[in-house]
């Protein structure tokens, strides 16, 4: 006799993660609505807890990285990123941001190798790894996101937004349709099913919002289907990313700020992801600023 499964739209649990994320989608929201120093500074408190999170997680795996260079690199990287608040040439902070990393690798170098006393044993190539892995997860990548609300609110929402979308389509596409697990070894949770869902509300929401805001996008409706394209990739990757650190490092939540619903980490691993690229797709091609 066959068992039939009651799948429930929507549990006790579901309904705290929904609020939980729209909360935070709202936090974000209202950081790009007043931009300038507020974006910034409500980034650096994130960041400041997303670093230690992060470093937490390598911590586990008994990796012991540069904790205290990691988090000052990344507040370099959220201060280069804020310079054209102040005056600054909009593209000062992408040819500052060689700079910050080469600048951030080497000095990462220079502390691992001189580490070593009672308190600290000396440097493995894991912690280098996870030190230049840092800087760049926690600091570089979000930097993006300043720089692309420089460049319009309109474009820092549109990224956002289809990421949360992409976000919900995936999480209820496979509660709803799930049957082919994406990468077991990784999250036996993520479903192909759901991975096409989120990526199939992520063109469509993308799309109708470019559809609202023509002008910006010059007329041309094929922008948000691209935008969609990018953001139905790069945040689902973005979330199994840091789901492959959680994996390998034997635990289930990043931390516990955001308390049964984990770290915050847990929460916008998917915008890491997605920032650099939509930044880079309308700087390039929606407002022409690429050339050779």
């Known amino acids: ?43 650096l408190f994130v960041f400041w807890h997303v670093n ?97 609300r420089h460049m319009g609110s309109i474009y820092a929402f549109i990224a956002i937004i289809s990421t949360a979308f992409c976000d919900i389509g995936a999480y209820y596409g496979g509660k709803l349709f799930g049957k082919t697990v994406l990468k077991p070894e990784i999250s036996p949770k993520k479903t192909f099913e759901g991975a096409v869902s989120g990526f199939v509300l992520s063109m469509i929401v993308s799309i109708i919002f470019v559809y609202f805001n023509k002008q910006s996008f010059g007329n041309n409706l094929y922008h948000g289907l691209m935008i969609g394209v990018f953001t139905g990739i790069f945040s689902q990757f973005g979330d199994l990313f840091e789901s492959l650190l959680k994996r390998d490092a034997g635990i289930k939540d990043s931390g516990k700020a955001l308390l049964s619903h984990g770290g915050i980490l847990d929460r916008i691993d998917s915008y890491i992801f997605v920032v650099w690229a939509i930044y880079f797709y309308i700087d390039w091609f929606v407002l022409h600023n690429f050339s050779i």
Do not use: H
């Open 52 to 148: 230690t999170e992060f470093i937490n997680i390598v911590r586990q795996k008994g990796i012991n990285p540069s904790s205290k260079w990691i988090r000052f690199i990344s507040i370099l990287f959220m201060l280069v990123s804020s310079l054209p608040i102040i005056g600054f040439s909009a593209t000062l902070p992408i040819k500052l941001f060689t700079f910050v990393f080469i600048f951030g690798v080497i000095g990462c170098f220079f502390r691992l190798i001189f580490r070593g006393n009672k308190k600290d044993s000396i440097a493995t190539i894991p912690d280098i790894g996870a030190s230049v892995l840092g800087l760049v997860y926690t600091g570089l990548l979000p930097g993006f996101l300043i720089l692309l």
């Open 1 to 43: 006799m066959s068992e039939v499964v009651k799948k429930e739209f929507l549990t006790s649990e579901q309904i705290s993660r929904l609020i939980v994320g729209w909360l935070v989608f709202f936090i974000a929201f209202m950081a790009l609505y007043f931009g300038g120093w507020v974006l910034s500074f409500v980034l």
